[in-house]
């Protein structure tokens, strides 16, 4: 039971370079997110995506592009890394509407942008 | 827009003694949820608890137990019996009911268990 996957889990990038983190759920859920961690922060919302087929700009989108490929999958790109992007990433998905169910988050992808 | 505070970035406790950690949020709303997310040095942001604003009973899991105070939009955490296995980041956050599930944290907690 994979739950939520991301990929990869480690990545270290120099400034200018592209990368796109890639988020995949087994669980059939609707919307799905991408948040950001950082020191002395809590998580905050990047990009959502409340169904197949529309993203949605969250708390801290620039820099930022997603792509919600299918139903299981939503990504994240970075077009032109900074080291303000230095980051741990999440990913998450959820079932839509009014729901008490949780959010369920993959294990995080820890990027360094040198 | 909604906000959520946790003023403790730090606590302590002694191994099978109570421990309170606090949260603040402000919404203009009135239908909520409320989550308390344990983070462990894995990284993996696990669900401890949750608390509908409209019930006016405070959840209780196990060990975990919540004072939810609406009126003074507070929400703190206690865990009862604490455990070394306890110890990480414990994070408060909340989300509307309607519309799209957005997660609003706090800051974070770090809770560290003494044996």
């Known amino acids: 039971n994979a739950g939520v996957t991301q990929t990869p889990k480690f990545q270290v990038l120099k400034t200018g370079q592209s990368m796109t983190l890639q988020c995949a759920q087994d669980m059939n859920h609707n919307s799905m997110y991408w948040y950001r961690q950082d020191p002395g922060m809590g998580l905050r919302l990047i990009y959502y995506s409340a169904s197949e087929g529309t993203t949605d700009k969250g708390e801290v989108p620039n820099g930022y592009n997603v792509s919600r490929l299918n139903k299981r999958e939503f990504s994240l790109r970075l077009e032109s890394a900074a080291p303000s992007q230095t980051s741990v990433y999440f990913c998450?998905?959820?079932?839509?509407?009014?729901?008490?169910?949780?959010?369920?988050f993959g294990d995080g992808t820890r990027l360094s942008i040198l | 827009a909604q906000t959520v505070t946790q003023s403790q970035p730090e606590m302590s406790v002694q191994e099978a003694e109570t421990v309170t950690l606090s949260c603040t949020y402000d919404?203009?709303?009135?239908?909520?949820?409320l989550f308390w997310y344990k983070q462990p040095p894995s990284r993996q942001m696990i669900l401890v608890i949750r608390q509908e604003a409209y019930k006016q009973q405070n959840a209780t899991e196990n060990r975990f137990s919540v004072n939810f105070q609406k009126a003074a939009k507070s929400f703190s955490l206690k865990i009862s019996d604490s455990q070394l296995g306890d110890a990480a980041m414990y994070f408060c956050a909340y989300r509307l009911i309607q519309g799209a599930q957005k997660l609003v944290f706090g800051q974070g907690t770090r809770l560290t268990i003494n044996p």
């Open positions: 998450a998905s959820s079932e839509a509407g009014p729901t008490d169910q949780p959010q369920h």
């Open positions: 919404t203009s709303e009135s239908d909520y949820y």
